[in-house]
Nanobody, 126 residues
Framework: QVQLVESGGGLVQAGGSLRLSCASS????????VGWFRQAPGKEREFVAS????????DLADSAKGRFTISRDNVLKTVFLQMNSLEPDDTAVYYC???????????????????WGQGTQVTVSS
């Protein structure tokens, strides 16, 4: 079992940047693919980005392409989401999630992931 803790959220002006971290405090981190999702008030949780357990494959939502980058450091047991050119529509609670998978597997669906963090708030002001 893995426990996930997100950090790095906060308040930023439009056009600014944030780097979110998803750290694993338990478990063998290298067996897990990790995804980032977000949920704005009144909306469903949606996919943002995912990365395979070996870091060789990643996937980004169309809204994230060209602005966000996902990466991982398996020594630090941490996955990062670098978010640039932030927009007010990026305001949401951001969650990381993990699930065991093949070395290059990534997933986009909420139901693909077994373990979830508590979330970190990102607020982008206009």
């Amino acid at each position: 079992q893995v426990q996930l803790v997100e950090s790095g959220g906060g308040l930023v002006q439009a056009g600014g940047s944030l780097r979110l971290s998803c750290a694993s405090s338990k478990g063998t981190f290298t067996v897990y693919a990790v995804g980032w999702f977000r949920q704005a008030p009144g909306k469903e949780r949606e996919f943002v980005a995912s990365i395979s357990r070996n870091g060789a494959s990643n996937d980004l939502a169309d809204s994230a392409k060209g602005r966000f980058t996902i990466s991982r450091d398996n020594v630090l047991k941490t996955v990062f989401l670098q978010m640039n050119s932030l927009e007010p529509d990026d305001t949401a609670v951001y969650y990381c999630a993990a699930t065991a998978g093949s070395s290059t597997w990534t997933g986009r669906r909420v139901e693909d992931y077994r373990y979830w963090g508590q979330g970190t708030q990102v607020t982008v002001s206009s």
